[in-house]
């Protein structure tokens, strides 16, 4: 049974840093891209960006280009999310999906809630 | 930034047929944005129904089908079920990027 469980969400005020990671497990973690998208409440979803099945390749929405890094350890069969320099429009939950470029979307994790305000 | 236009509400009743579409502001949509469906349920975490324009997964009830429809991606559900109350996402595909649609939030009324 496929699962993904992110954690790491929480309060952080505004220039601060959080890192999310997506535990993976019931496929070959290795074998395939993974993607954050994040739902603001109430809101619609958004793409955040993905990563490659090697971890070569990062691909990042223009919102957090250059303040938000995709990583994977395919060892530890975890995906993780570098989130610095959070403003108030980050506030969402953020979920972890299996698949990307070249394999598809179909599992999705739980997600987890960050919060950004003073 | 492409921009992805969905249906805000649409209702349908019982038993009936429904299509949602999702066009994209670039012109016309095509298999090369590779559509994907998603169904949120209130409270719930969404999943995905369909993927490729029109291929399903395993979970994906039979009475839900993709396809491309005048220029733009749809999502047709025939013989509506209550537990089909949600919201549906569309997500397309530009260059390396991918862009959702604001949802459409359907009622079974």
């Known amino acids: 049974e496929v699962q993904l469980l992110e954690s790491g969400g929480g309060l952080q005020q505004p220039g601060g840093s959080l890192r999310l990671s997506c535990a993976a497990s019931?496929?070959?973690?290795?074998?395939?891209?993974m993607t954050w998208v994040r739902q603001a409440p109430g809101k619609g979803l958004e793409w955040v960006g993905g990563i490659s099945n090697s971890g070569d390749r990062e691909y990042y929405a223009d919102s957090v280009k250059g303040r938000f890094t995709i990583s994977r350890d395919n060892f530890k069969n975890t995906l993780y999310l570098q989130m610095n320099d959070v403003r108030v429009e980050d506030t969402a939950v953020y979920y972890c999906?299996?698949?990307?470029?070249?394999?598809?979307?179909?599992?999705w994790g739980q997600g987890t809630l960050v919060t950004v305000s003073s | 930034q492409p921009v992805v236009t969905q249906e805000p509400s649409l209702t349908v009743s019982p038993g009936g047929t429904v299509t949602l579409t999702c066009g994209s502001n670039t012109g016309a949509v095509t298999g090369g944005h590779f559509p994907y469906w998603f169904q949120q349920k209130p409270g719930q975490v969404p999943r995905t129904v369909i993927h490729?324009?029109?291929r399903k997964l395993s979970w994906t009830p039979a009475r839900f089908s993709g396809s491309l429809l005048g220029g733009k991606a749809a999502l047709t559900l025939s013989g509506a079920q209550p537990e089909d109350e949600a919201d549906y996402f569309c997500l397309l595909l530009y260059g390396d990027s991918w862009v959702f649609g604001g949802g459409t939030r359907l009622t079974v009324l």
């Open positions: 019931g496929f070959t973690f290795s074998l395939y891209a």
């Open positions: 999906l299996k698949g990307g470029l070249l394999s598809q979307f179909d599992y």
């Open positions: 490729d324009v029109d």
